[in-house]
Structures are given as structure tokens and as C-alpha cells.
């Protein structure tokens, strides 16, 4: 009886051990960059080193926590900027400059949470941070049937509105996904960038995009 119960106790903590963990944070994320990153590669060839070089990531809580502090419906964007077209960041990273906006809903120790957050995602490009502020992050991402629509607005800096990818949006019938998300991110999407705009002050940079194939929709989770 006692070698049976010793295996039964075995087998449970074999099964226990075995049982993936809930992630602790999770959430949507978006993506918008100022060139396609669906697209054939003839066009990626002729917008290499002149566009792309902007781009703006959100991270959209939907629940968890980041280090012990509960992050849920809270938002953090941080808006990019490097010497080159971000291309695919596993075989040549680039380090940018980045301005962070953090949700204004957030107390200080969420604030720190937040930021932290967007440093280990985005991880080197957007480690050299020139400025922080805060406003008032209003996200929706996948909102519509095919999961392609999103709508963000911060304060008076950032504004983008997407649109699900359709027949009509293939150009030279070549199209692929041809650069990869920015970050770490799980089910991306390829989306229609109706509008992209960023108005603030700290990148000595502004910059609006419109009607390109520059966007990703995913989710994320730790």
C-alpha cells in the first residue's frame, strides 16, 4: 500500500510539474511602422533606408500583473525612432531613440511597472529613452470580425486607426509578410494603416503615415 501511495504522490507531482504556467501578464499589442511590412519585395527594396525608420509600439493590458503590480487596462506606448529602416531585429538589431507614454490612469508604481514592461519587450531598441510622459491612452485592438481594426489615441501625440487587410490592398500580386513584429508577440497580424501620427516633442521628430500596409495586431503575454 505504501509503494502504491508513493507512486500515486509521484505521478501527481510529475502531472503538477508538467502543467504549463498562466502567463502573468497578458494582453493586445499594436504596431504601426512608416513603411510596409506586408509587401512584395521589390517595394521593400525601394523603400530600404529611406522609410521605416519610425514606428510606434502599444502595449494594451487586458489583465495580470508585471512584477507584482496588477497592470490590468492600463496602456503604454513607446514611440521609435533609429538610423536606418527596422528591419528584422533577430539578425540586425538596431538600437533607437524612444519617447514612452505612459497611461495617465496609472499610480507611480505602476508608472515604473509599465515602463520596465516596454524595456524588457522592446528590449535594445528602445533602450536609449529620451523622454517620458503621460497621457490619457485610449486603445482598441481587434475590435472588428477578422481582428484587424484598432483605434489609439494619447493625448494630443499619437493617433492610429487600422483596418483589416483585403483583396483590393495586393499591389503587384507578390505580397508577403516581409518584415517580422518588432517584439516578442504571439498570433500577429499584418493590418491596413488608415492613419499613424505622431505630434510630440522630445524625438526632434514628427511624422504621419497614411494608407500603407504598415501595421501588426497580436497579442503578448509573460
Known sequence: MKIKLAALSIAALTAFASTPSAPTVSGDYLEVRSCDVYTGPCYANAEMNLSGKEGILLW???EGSWNGTPLGGLSVIAVVCTDGTMGDLSYQPRAGKALLIIDEKADAQQREAL?????SKA????KDIVAVRTANIQASVGSCTKAGCASVKAGN???VNTRCLGGHDHLCGNEETYYP???SVEH????FTERASFKGSGLNLTWEATGQRSAFIAT???
Open 157 to 159: 501625440l499619437v493617433e
Open 60 to 62: 494594451s493590458v487586458r
Open 123 to 126: 528590449s535594445r531598441l528602445i
Open 115 to 119: 515602463s520596465d514592461m516596454a524595456r
Open 188 to 191: 500577429a497580424m499584418p493590418a
Open 220 to 222: 503578448f503575454s509573460r
Open 181 to 183: 513584429p518588432l517584439t
